[in-house]
């Protein structure tokens, strides 16, 4: 079982930054590909960025290249989004999900993530 908790949302006015955090339990968190994704109200939940095992392989949807960092830790069971140049647009609840099984390919499909947490709200200010 596999446990997920964002942190690290809030109020952010736009053109600033913020780092999400995901804390992961379970026994494979450091073999698993991670991935963060945000749901706004009305739309439906999509994929921002991947990251493998390792950490040596990162996926960014384009709508947030150039602009956001995704990283882990697996000596403290923790991934990061790191984001820049906020808009307001970026207004969502971001969640993290662990796609169990996945080692060295990032997925893209929401339905290959099989554990995800409860999710941070993320605003942003114009």
């Known amino acids: 079982q596999v446990q997920l908790v964002e942190s690290g949302g809030g109020l952010v006015q736009a053109g600033g930054s913020l780092r999400l955090s995901c804390a992961a339990s379970?026994?494979?968190?450091?073999?698993?590909?991670l991935g963060w994704f945000r749901q706004a109200p009305g739309k439906e939940r999509e994929l921002l960025a991947g990251i493998n095992w390792s950490g040596g392989s990162t996926y960014y949807v384009d709508s947030v290249k150039g602009r956001s960092t995704i990283s882990r830790d697996n000596a403290k069971n923790t991934v990061y989004l790191h984001m820049n140049s906020l808009k307001p647009e970026d207004a969502a609840v971001y969640y993290c999900?662990?796609?169990?099984?996945?080692?060295?390919?990032?997925?893209?499909?929401?339905?290959?993530?099989?554990?995800w947490g409860q999710g941070t709200q993320v605003t942003v200010s114009s």
């Open positions: 379970g026994p494979t968190f450091s073999s698993d590909a």
């Open positions: 999900e662990a796609a169990i099984g996945y080692y060295n390919y990032i997925p893209r499909d929401l339905h290959e993530y099989n554990y």
